[in-house]
């Protein structure tokens, strides 16, 4: 029996998690259940309870993790201070003229906003509030436009620079400037794939994805031009400095994070948008997304501790180092959980529960961390869009109008899942893609 507490602990976590309890109580529920189970059984006493009070004091002093406080509030304050709204009008005229070019106007700006800003609920808001009224306007299928909105937005999530990826390196003790280099071709391509689709799409249904009507290009080309480079040149020039501070070593990713914030406020007054309500919305988004996250993480802390006191690492790491078809095989293992976790569960709770698990059995068989976290960040991606508990879809669901139904939105997703996976493969396929900027 004894043998078999680590994975009746692991399974009693996961039916707490999937019950509906919050993700960092369940996993601080069952490693206080299990640690009583475990000093019952004689496998180990209180004094392994005692490293709990030294690890949150690591977790507050983790000098990385503080990047990730900086970046979402980066990313919330240009939301705050509309930069979005002037990209998406501004864009989607200069693309007007092109079959579909409303689309591809979406994944543009959704690119340039996962650099800019990183925070998905911010951009498929952003973008469903201004594109979604307008694509409908012109006779843009739902599905098409539902489906680009919740896709683009999700680029925030493997675009450099990434919270998640902030998050990934910590977990896999790795640089966080590499992995943001490792992921910044991948991102690029998945915008790059999402961008073909489009225009694919736009080519067979032409009637469901029209140019905008020359009647609504009120401003002529070469202002419009003008205008488009001059909503363009503050949000790239602050991505510039956060990344090209990073990766020339002058800046680790928590000086870089501040400098970001620091530029995003400077941004937003020289816009006349620094007002109260944006400062305060701010704090206010980023003092919660940061709480949960050191929640979580606090919560995984314990049930980690408690896991390796039952010999819950050594289980783990022997049963993914004896796989059939060793790399390929746990590769193949652990793509399919965290996919399969991710219709359930947010890609923070995964990176919390599923990545110091992985972690040991990766190095074991000689996987490169960088290309290892990258897979994974581009595979967590895919939760952000899977079905029933995507949050890119809900996200959108709540600033849709009704006519648009959700069944539309689900089905817009299921191509840009397909396209992500497809990325997932290419990835896998050529490890080069990842590691040709990495040292």
Known sequence: MES???????????????????????????????SIVGIQAGLFDWGLLYAMPERIFGIMANYTLLAVPFFIFMGTMLEKSKLAEDLLRTIGLLFGPVRGGLALAVVFVGALLAAATGVVGASVVAMGLISLPVMKRYGYSDTLSTGVITASGTLGQIIPPSVVLVVLADQLGISVGDLFLGALAPGVMLATLYGAYVGGFAMLRPQSAPALPSAEREIEGGTLLRQALLVMVPPLFLILLVLGSIFAGIATPTEAGALGALGAVLLAAVSKR???????????????????????????????????????????????????????????????????????????????????????????????PVWFGVMIGMNLQTSFLTPPFGFALFYLRGVAPPSVRTTQIYRGAVPFILIQLVGLALICLFPQLVLWAVK
């Open 274 to 368: 620094l007002n109260r309500d944006a400062l305060r919305g701010t704090m206010e988004e980023t003092t919660k997304l940061t709480s949960m996250v050191i929640l979580l993480l606090i919560g995984s802390t314990f049930f980690a501790l408690v896991f390796r006191g039952l010999y819950g690492d050594i289980w783990i790491e022997d049963l993914l180092t004896n796989l059939p078809g060793g790399k390929i095989g746990f590769l193949l293992v652990a793509n399919l959980a965290i996919f399969a976790l991710g219709f359930f569960i947010d890609f923070f709770e995964i990176a919390f529960i599923i990545i110091p698990l992985l972690a040991p059995a990766a190095r074991i068989l000689g996987i490169d």
């Open 4 to 34: 078999w507490l680590p994975a009746i602990m692991f399974l009693t976590a996961l039916i707490l998690i999937f019950s509906g309890f919050p993700v960092a109580f369940s996993l601080a529920g069952a490693g206080l259940i299990f």
